[in-house]
């Protein structure tokens, strides 16, 4: 609705190996008329939530331990009036 993505690393399939450390950029904007729409009254925080699954299809990954079997990823944006 407001909020648009332009880039980012989840618009293509992504193979890491367990237990990495990468950056995974997200470009966005959100449009003005968030500001003057009455439902977004008092609305400071936006979330946008990733979830990273193990994947079994890949066999150059190395295996990570059977309780990492996902990952959430969230970030949090406050408003800036």
Not at 1 to 24: G, R
Not at 37 to 59: A, C, Q, W
């Amino acid at each position: 609705m407001y909020f648009h993505k332009t880039e980012c690393f989840c618009f293509e399939e992504q193979l890491l190996p367990a237990h990495s450390v990468v950056d995974l950029p997200v470009l966005f904007s959100i449009d003005k008329e968030f500001a003057d729409d009455p439902h977004m009254t008092g609305v400071y925080h936006i979330v946008l939530n990733y979830t990273f699954f193990r994947s079994k299809d890949f066999e150059g990954l190395p295996e990570e331990d059977e309780k990492e079997e996902q990952k959430e990823s969230t970030t949090q944006f406050k408003r800036m009036d």
